[in-house]
């Protein structure tokens, strides 16, 4: 894991067999690089292309059915042309993109799930905000770390290799929803799809990740350690100041 080394820290782990040591990593260390590039011939069209090209999609699909009726055959007709024909004056041809639309799919899907294999079964430490999710079968505290607050509840999921279904020991547990959090344990890749109620609704819970958690440190306890996370502490503690969740900093007083 050299290339991707941030920092090497010395850690008190709640677990006796844990190692003393733990390498602290960002959220792009954990994707596959490689799988990140690949060729997307989606990506350059303009939005009313990508409309014209669902549109001849769509339409193809229902002529070639057969079950409309004279009339529904003409308008589909109809539309079919002249998406087709402004694609073409533009130098798209629809059918081959359209063909290729399971193989960018496929890409995308591997962009989204594919983890760095150097991160796999090591002891990591990583900042994030915790999401409390209903215990494990055999009653371990479960959280999701995501990289960004407000991830799985008022915005999307983030990918799944940027999700750490984590297995916490202890009694601890997130104080609210997107608790700002360093988690530090055995990271290993494993995927997992949960479905539970966050906010609003059931929202699928998909990690490239599992991590068997051996220290929590909240933002109070990154806060007081300013040596090694001042800066993601400092970071944190911003942002929900501004979010109006932590009072206004003190000034220090003059001596």
């Not at 220290?215 to 944190?236: F, G, M, P, R």
Request: hydrophobic share 40%.
């Amino acid at each position: 894991m050299k290339k991707f080394l941030r920092a090497v820290v010395t850690l008190s782990f709640a677990l006796s067999d844990a190692p003393a040591r733990a390498e602290v990593v960002a959220w792009d260390d954990l994707v596959d690089k490689e799988a990140q590039v690949y060729e997307d011939p989606y990506l350059d069209l303009a939005y009313d292309q990508i409309d014209d090209l669902r549109t001849v999609a769509m339409e193809t699909a229902r002529i070639e059915n057969g079950e409309l009726s004279d009339e529904q055959f003409a308008a589909s007709e109809e539309k079919l042309e002249l998406a087709g024909a402004r694609l073409a004056e533009a130098g798209i041809d629809a059918d081959w993109l359209i063909g290729q639309r399971w193989v960018v799919a496929d890409r995308r899907k591997k962009a989204a799930t594919a983890v760095n294999p150097e991160i796999n079964g090591e002891i990591v430490s990583l900042g994030g905000f915790a999401i409390p999710a209903p215990p494990a079968e055999d009653g371990t505290q479960i959280v999701y770390l995501v990289p960004e607050r407000g991830m799985c509840a008022h915005v999307p999921p983030p990918n799944p290799n940027q999700m750490i279904r984590a297995r916490v020991s202890g009694d601890w547990s997130p104080n609210m929803m997107h608790e700002p959090v360093r988690l530090t344990g055995q990271l290993s890749a494993k995927e997992t799809l949960h479905m539970f109620r966050i906010v609003d609704g059931e929202v699928p819970m998909q990690s490239s990740f599992i991590m068997e958690v051996a220290q929590v440190e909240t933002l109070k306890d990154l806060q007081s350690n300013a040596e090694q996370t001042n800066a993601w502490a400092q970071k944190i503690a911003d942002d929900l100041r501004a979010s109006g969740h932590l009072p206004p900093k003190q000034e220090e007083p003059n001596e």
